[in-house]
């Protein structure tokens, strides 16, 4: 029972290794004997920033899981290796060569990038290419040499056209100053008088004529003697 178990748990590894391998863009094959444990922390940590895994196996059952995907690898089944599984390409791979220049304990020994065994020569090729953000820049540099070079050619052409004279490059117009607006002084006006005044002043000399014309039309006064009864 304990057999079989023990057998059961064999073939569950296997098959890990086999699926690893197949849905990993690189696997690289190393030796980590002499490294430190803390050596072996701070590599797992930098590959884990690359979104790689290190798994340690048994050679046999490694080797297993090789033969099931027709890939041999039985020159590097030897000695205590590591196994780094990633989905990307460049990334750990510089990592590890990096690692590996900083601490010569570490061997890397083989790859699998794509799906093709590689070796040590072709592994340091793929390490010595820029990054991602390295060949952007790379990219950006190129364009702008590509566009100076173009912008100087279309120069020489129009200097050709023109009859071998050098264009006049244009000159810049100073733009006329704004006029000076002189605001105009405010004159007060006059007050003049209104006619309410003017009647106010008249009102005398109404009265006057109202009374002396009233004194004129008021009849005299007829005193009527008694009559004789």
Known sequence: MASEKNLKLKADIVSE??????????????SYQGLSVS???????????????????????????LDDLKINLDEFMEGPNAIVFSENLLEPIKAISDFAKANNKLEIRVGIIGGDVTNL????????IPSREGLLTMLAGGMIQFVKE????????????????????PKEETPEPAPEVVPEPVVEAEETPSEEAEETE?????????SEEAVEETPEEVTEEPKES
């Open 202 to 210: 008249a009102t005398p000399e109404a009265t006057e004529e109202t």
């Open 121 to 128: 020569d072709a592994i340091k090729e793929y390490a010595s």
């Open 150 to 169: 173009l912008s100087i050619g279309l120069n020489l052409y129009a200097v050709e056209l023109n009859g071998g004279k050098a264009l006049d490059s």
């Open 39 to 65: 050596d072996i922390s701070d590599l797992r940590r930098k590959l884990r920033e690359t979104g790689s895994t290190i798994k340690v196996y048994k050679n046999t059952l490694t080797k297993r899981a």
């Open 17 to 30: 290794i086999t699926n690893s391998i197949k849905e990993a863009e690189s696997v690289i094959l190393f």
